[in-house]
Nanobody
């Protein structure tokens, strides 16, 4: 199972970006999908995730600025980020957990996409 992330870039503080992640491969079902980030010198942390039933969870630092969504038919998970702050600068990774057609569980990560917010 592969995850392909896109949508990162450079934006000024207060601006918006939309990250997208598409899952492909021998997927039987997708369970939780989410976005994480890792800033320089810091550990990777959860930004937001969404269950197969579309229940969402956000980390406290999001403060209502981001929205996670998924399209089960397209096997995608998006992260709309508004009112970006310089401290949101990080590499953003998507993650998906589920079951492959082989009957094995998978927990896959995308390659990361850089988000840079200038002040």
């Amino acid at each position: 199972v592969q995850l392909q992330a896109s949508g990162g870039g450079l934006v000024q503080a207060g601006g918006s970006l939309r990250l997208s992640c598409a899952a492909s491969g021998n997927i039987y079902s997708l369970n939780d999908m989410g976005w994480y980030r890792q800033a320089p010198g810091k550990e990777r942390e959860l930004v937001a995730d969404v269950t197969s039933g579309e229940a969402t969870r956000y980390s406290d630092f999001v403060e209502g600025r981001f929205t996670i969504s998924r399209d089960n038919a397209k096997r995608t998970v998006d992260l709309q980020m508004d009112d970006l702050k310089p401290e949101d600068t990080a590499v953003y990774y998507c993650r998906a957990e589920g079951w492959a057609t082989t009957g094995r569980n998978f927990d896959s990560w995308g390659q990361g996409t850089l988000v840079t917010v200038s002040s």
